[in-house]
């Protein structure tokens, strides 16, 4: 055979061999969907056998979060934290006198507006990062010196749908944090992008087997606070956070009620509202759902969960 005949011959046969690598690792891939959501931010990260985020180490340098970008500068956000304490907003922290090992952490995470005036007792009183709704930027901007005010070096993280937060002039809630941005300019402000909304969305399909969009599900804030958390603490201490068989379990037992936020007393029942939201046709946050995966994704994380503990026997410190 001629030596051009040979070299046609070696890469017809070279052509056949790539093609059926890529046919295999396709169908791999199809197979185990997980491998479909690596780490959004990916550097650094540890792949798990059932879990994909990221685990960052103790020692780590604040590292660029590519999902999270400054409403001033348009850069992405740099953070990095060991013991991140994360203070749910629920009437559980009451009473619970949880103030100041909240404050012993390296970095203390809350949720919308709560407030810790008047609540240091039992809440602490430092915020490292407030995770924001768009629903919930209104509430802020009603007191914008006491979150805003040049004393206050807290990272705010806003999140929200690509109409509220277009950056072309046409997203309502970024135009008013474009407003605070300059109103404040020492104000630590930013904003979820779309590949990251995106992305939470796939989590949550890929965690729950349900379509966000078509379930009519809207994802609480405390869905995207502890997906950003597992980015960036070491560990994580998660105060006042039920279980998903908490309410069921105390509704047979005649359970006292609970405010659904510890800062507004005599406001409906924590467990009422889960249930309303649970099984809400559209528009209502799933946050039963939502706590049966946290409670998968402590199995996989350095996750703890107290006040109360004794519903997370595996899990509370």
């Not at 990221?54 to 604040?62: G, I, L, R, S, V």
């Not at 980015?231 to 908490?246: L, P, Q, R």
Request: net charge positive; aromatic share 10%; glycine share 6%.
């Amino acid at each position: 055979m001629s030596c051009p005949g040979k070299r046609k011959l070696i890469l017809v046969a070279c052509l056949v061999l790539l093609v059926s690598l890529f046919v295999a690792v396709v169908r791999y891939t199809y197979d185990n969907p997980s491998l479909l959501l690596q780490p959004y931010l990916g550097h650094g990260g540890t792949l798990n056998r059932t879990r994909v985020f990221t685990h960052p180490n103790k020692a780590q340098e604040p590292r660029e979060l590519p999902g999270y970008i400054s409403v001033k500068t348009l850069q992405p956000l740099r953070l990095h934290c060991d013991l991140c304490s994360i203070v749910s907003s629920s009437g559980q922290m009451l009473g619970q006198q949880a103030g100041r090992a909240i404050d012993q952490s390296a970095c203390v995470w809350r949720m919308n507006n709560a407030p810790t005036a008047g609540f240091e007792t039992d809440v602490g009183t430092r915020t490292t990062v407030r995770v924001v709704s768009h629903t919930s930027v209104p509430l802020l901007q009603q007191r914008q010196q006491r979150y805003f005010g040049e004393a206050n070096e807290t990272v705010y993280v806003i999140w929200g749908p690509y109409r509220n937060m277009r950056r072309d002039g046409k997203g309502t809630t970024y135009n008013e944090l474009r407003k605070l941005a300059r109103n404040y300019p020492h104000a630590k402000i930013y904003v979820t992008t779309e590949e990251r909304m995106n992305y939470c969305d796939r989590v949550f399909k890929l965690e729950t087997g349900k379509d966000r969009v078509t379930s009519g599900t809207y994802l609480s804030t405390g869905w995207f606070t502890l997906l950003l958390a597992m980015d960036v603490c070491h560990k994580i201490h998660i105060f006042g956070m039920i279980n998903d068989t908490y309410c069921s379990l105390h509704r047979t037992a005649g359970h006292k009620k609970v405010p659904y936020h510890y800062y507004e007393a005599g406001s409906r029942d924590e467990c009422a509202e889960y249930a309303i939201h649970e099984n809400a046709l559209y528009g209502g946050h799933r946050f039963i759902t939502e706590k049966a995966v946290f409670a998968k994704w402590a199995k996989y994380h350095n996750i703890t969960f107290s006040h109360p503990a004794s519903i997370f026997p595996h899990t509370a410190s």
